[in-house]
């Protein structure tokens, strides 16, 4: 079969469609879902190439910092009047938003978004205690999409079924969600396919890449449980 120059640089950006639902990733934390029509900017950042970025029908905040709640790329990427659902305690940074709290759901134009916990289990900073963050699972188009935030292998997390993809973070320091043990939760609750992100910590504070962000990669596919899909996204610039 030959593949058209255009899909070729679709696979090399990362994006993936499957059921009628299409999965940009864009850098770091921040992805693009397309489905039923609709639009779905998580965690936009001012560090991706917005440029190949649609507008969004809603936007979803995961946690406070920049590279997950950026108001210039909000507002850039935002349709006019389009919702913007984040955490109570990110309202500050962004007024127009609307709060959802960890456990509850939202319909909107016929997505069905519902707040996961995303926290801390091992101590120490930067913390991410429970209750200040979200993780969201996204049902679109007939597909549940899991986008984690930033959290290690909590109950909530394992507690997840029938999803069709997640996105789960990996090498956060402290030596939470090391290779392994992102792999391992992931193999609790066994998504159809899953990606790695928000893992390159040293290019998103500093622009100095992780040197061995290749090995971890495929250290947390080698641990993968067969059937679980892989896929190795572009996040970051080469």
Known sequence: MVVGAAAVLQLLRGASAQHGVTITPLVHASIQ???AGQVVQVDPWSKADLSRAKPADVVLVTDDPIHHLDPD????????????????????????GTPIANGEARTVNGIRIEAVAAYDLTPGEPSHPKGKANGYLVSIAGERIYIAGVTEC???MQAQRNVDVAFVPMNL????????????????FAPRAVYVYHYDQGWASNGTPMP??????????????TGIEFRRALWYPQ
């Open 173 to 188: 320091p402290l030596g939470r969600m090391a290779p392994q043990a992102a792999a391992a939760c992931v193999n609790v």
């Open 33 to 35: 879902i397309e489905g």
């Open 73 to 96: 790329a909000i507002r850039r990427l935002r349709k006019p009047g389009a919702p913007v659902l984040l955490p109570e305690t990110s309202r500050r940074k962004f007024p127009e």
């Open 212 to 225: 061995n962000a290749a090995s971890t990669l495929d250290a947390f596919r080698g641990a993968l449980a």
């Open 154 to 156: 909590v109950p909530e």
